[in-house]
């Protein structure tokens, strides 16, 4: 009786290690899988001056929203984006460090200009934001590039209730040669981060800086005969993730060396009690 109850109790601590085994490993995966952050709906109009005629953005089955600026003159579409694009600003408010953020929503009013050939511009508008976004070609003509990255918040967005600048704006650029793409391509990026900066001539407020975030990235510039994106001239992500792999192979790792200590322990325990009871009957 005795050695059945041994044998018994060594099964059932074998299936309880296997089944908390299989809860902890369970338990890494769920915590490591990513969320999706909602977008927000704008709640105030827009800043800025329409250049010319605007157009309704749409969006596509994976929930990025696309914009569409059509230049009338040609009446086809001048400039392409798609992306699901959020600005964070950083700031400082009674000597506290303050961060503002804001989806670029799916509604967004888009105006532009592409009276030029060799320069263009899409404004996007939105909740006391505004952001333009230039386009230029190099001078051979054969490639095309982000020239200017420009945001414009207004004060009366509430977050930033409390900062003194002089127009009642903030303002931040980024003038750095970005996403160099052959004419006739369109540009494709996973993530694109492009850090923003004030300039002194504004007379800004200290300590204020940005970044424009852009995820699933696809956008074309000088477009003159299509209307949807031509071949992607595709990059690889800018930001850097934290490998997920790491942490579950050491928690599997630490899982099956536990595993394997009761099971030795347990198998060990059965033979010893075995023994004991076998030089008992003697």
């Not at 799916?106 to 899409?122: L, P, R, S, W, Y």
């Not at 040669?177 to 694109?192: A, D, F, H, Q, R």
Request: aromatic share 10%; with cysteine.
């Amino acid at each position: 009786m005795a050695r059945v109850w041994s044998s018994t109790r060594v099964s059932l601590d074998i299936f309880v290690v296997c089944v908390l085994f299989f809860s902890f490993t369970e338990s890494i995966s769920f915590n490591h899988k990513g969320t999706s952050r909602p977008r927000l709906k704008p709640t105030a109009e827009p800043i800025g001056g329409s250049l010319s005629t605007t157009v309704k953005p749409a969006k596509d089955n994976s929930g990025v929203a696309i914009y569409r600026f059509i230049n009338r003159k040609t009446d086809t579409t001048c400039i392409l984006l798609k992306t699901d694009g959020v600005v964070e600003v950083k700031f400082k408010l009674h000597g506290l460090d303050e961060q503002a953020d804001s989806f670029i929503p799916e509604n967004a009013v888009v105006t532009g200009n592409c009276a030029k050939e060799d320069t263009v511009k899409m404004t996007l508008g939105w909740g006391g934001y505004g952001l333009d976004l230039t386009f230029d070609k190099t001078p051979g003509g054969d490639h095309w590039y982000l020239s200017n990255v420009e945001l414009t918040v207004s004060i009366d967005v509430p977050q930033f209730h409390g900062i003194k600048t002089r127009d009642n704006t903030i303002k931040l650029y980024s003038s750095k040669m970005l996403i160099p793409t052959p004419v006739g391509k369109s540009y494709l990026c996973n993530e694109v981060d492009i850090p923003l900066e004030t300039d002194e001539a504004d007379h800004p407020p200290k300590d204020v800086r940005g970044t424009l975030l852009l995820r699933l990235l696809q956008v074309q510039a000088f477009m003159y005969r299509s209307e949807n994106f031509s071949t992607p001239f595709e990059c690889k992500s800018q930001r850097s993730f934290r490998s997920e792999t790491a942490p579950i192979a050491v928690g599997s790792t630490l899982a099956i060396a536990a595993l394997a200590t009761v099971t030795g322990y347990g198998v060990f325990r059965y033979f010893k009690v075995k023994n004991v009871q076998y030089n008992t009957m003697e």
